[in-house]
């Protein structure tokens, strides 16, 4: 059925034995390479987002440079919003600012649960050039930002440690907040439905915001959204879910119908396992600071992590984004760590 | 044996059974004061810190305008470093500076254990004041950051949501990293005592960067350090240990022997119980960003979290600091439903 000539991580996430642990890191195809560098000062984020073969061309690089097993779509969770019709700028190294964020029922009044092929026709343009230069080297993970974190940015405006304008949104005007998570929810569902139909393998749902909420919050306000996405994409592709630091929720999110959950490294594999239940795939759970230890430190930690994952249904991957400072070996450590190891007594 | 007037919130910590739960907010003294604000336009943050006058009376200002059941020492946890012989910059509105931060064996030169009667005198002479003040009114909460904490900031020299820099300091150069962390532990060992002596009736640990870490770190960077100030302060007066987002220690953490642990509200309170056993006491857990919401909000959901904590060995309290756009109302009325709640079925 498929031309792929590495599918580990597809038949880990369907809960196959496979030959050994695949891997891929969060924003591998990220600012830690010199190769994206290049092109970073050449071309403005959009741009590289917008121009399928720029994005492409940045997809591939982790794949030729560090080996991984997984290639993920270089593209951002803001072009929803932007496609939604709200003004976002990505200035690099200041991250991103909508100018004008959602405040009131009049603000609403701005967004629109748009046509996704006619505002987002550039990323599945993306996806098939994407798939075609891959030529079935590794499965292509599409994605898209959790509704409740791009409400964040929406009403927000900018990033923030604790988001208390979005939270203060959603405890003091409920109804709006809802009213537009569920705008978020419509526009992603098609958004990511266009990117299978364009040839993505599997689908990562990101909810970098989650973690900040209680658990009867995040219930309300975050999986009551995701759920409805994994309901909409679970029968055509595996689905992951990350929400960082949500931890209390795993078992929650794991009956959602996901394949795979996403953990950080605040929570140790056994009780991750505990708490997700034996019926889904995992992925994590390296700490990116640790990719800056000496690389000795990094083979033996990352040896440490595989072993307490048990070797099945595990992806191995960082608990969040690669940090930009991190040397291309040590990354290359960490996916050939993974790559030679057998977990003991498997 | 206590002159107090009010120590609900020293027999709580005792493990003793009380007629209401105390409560009182970290960062009381604080932003979402207009008294608070007077002063801060008039007085440098090392002003405020360093003149007796000026911490007595905006440490008595919660106790006054909200009533509160503890005073909390206003000062900062980077007086510590600043003793140390570090450069501290508090510029407001923009956090912590230290334009020269540790980074080699050469720099740790320049830091020392200093005699904390000749660096932090000015925080003893506070407390004494304060004391006299409050006479008798409510306890004093005196406190110090965590060593992992503080060296986040002497290493990384300014705030961060990831702390790379600090912790890649810890994994490249791990026997420096001990060493700055002992000498910091020295420090607020007798930091701490002189806070007691002077007049303190109960000391919090703040690890506001502890829930950063893995356990394994938490506990090789963090708690090993935490463990000697308890052990050195807890025949004196009860410890408060608050590591944020450090829920997977919570076990380990209860068996320091502090008298309380903090906890925020990633985690619920039944669940908080349970890893940290019955032997301690609790102290948190709301949302900061809920005390936005509207006043008939607030009141249902502190009553629920009083609930949820089932009314004994539990001080009220938000689960990170009360934030500057919070109306005194909401604080307000934050604290008096805790005053008037009596849990069911007790």
């Known amino acids: 059925m498929s031309a792929l000539k590495n599918d580990l991580l597809l038949r880990t996430l369907r809960g196959e034995k496979t030959e050994r642990t695949p891997v891929w890191m969060m924003r591998q195809a990220g600012r830690y390479l010199p190769e994206y560098m290049v092109l970073r000062e050449k071309y403005g984020f959009f741009e590289r987002c917008q121009t399928p073969e720029l994005a492409c061309e940045i997809t591939i690089q982790p794949i030729d440079i560090v080996g991984v097993d997984a290639a993920i779509l270089f593209s951002d969770i803001l072009v929803v919003p932007l496609a939604m019709g709200l003004e976002v700028q990505l200035i690099e190294s200041k991250g991103p600012v909508l100018p004008d964020p959602i405040k009131t029922n009049a603000d609403l009044n701005r967004v629109r649960v748009p046509d996704v092929h006619e505002t987002l026709g550039y990323v599945f343009d993306a996806i098939k050039l994407i798939k075609q230069e891959l030529n079935g080297r590794v499965p292509l993970i599409g994605f898209a930002g959790a509704p409740w974190t791009l409400l964040c940015y929406m009403v927000q405006g900018k990033g923030s440690k604790t988001f208390d304008e979005a939270k203060a949104f959603c405890y003091t005007q409920p109804e709006l907040a809802h009213q537009l998570l569920q705008m978020i929810t419509d526009t992603t569902i098609a958004y990511l439905k266009g990117q299978v139909a364009a040839g993505a393998d ?22 009551k959204y995701i759920r ?17 630091g949500a931890w209390y929720s795993l078992k929650e999110m794991a009956e959602t119908g996901a394949a795979g959950l996403g953990i950080d490294w605040c929570i140790e594999p056994q009780l991750a396992r505990q708490f997700a239940g034996n019926n889904i795939t995992l992925q994590g759970n390296f700490d990116p600071a640790k990719l800056l230890s000496p690389i000795p430190v990094i083979e033996k930690e990352v040896k440490k992590m595989l072993q307490a994952f048990g070797g099945t249904r595990h992806i191995a991957n960082l608990g969040h984004g690669i940090l930009p400072n991190v040397p291309v070996d040590h990354a290359r450590a960490f996916v050939n760590t993974v790559k030679e190891f057998q977990v003991s007594q498997k």
């Open 202 to 223: 599997t689908v990562q749902i990101f909810d970098s915001w989650g973690g900040l909420l209680s658990k009867d919050d995040f219930e309300n306000i975050s999986l």
């Open 228 to 244: 409805q996405i994994v309901a909409a994409l679970k029968d055509e592709v595996p689905v992951i879910v990350f929400a960082k």
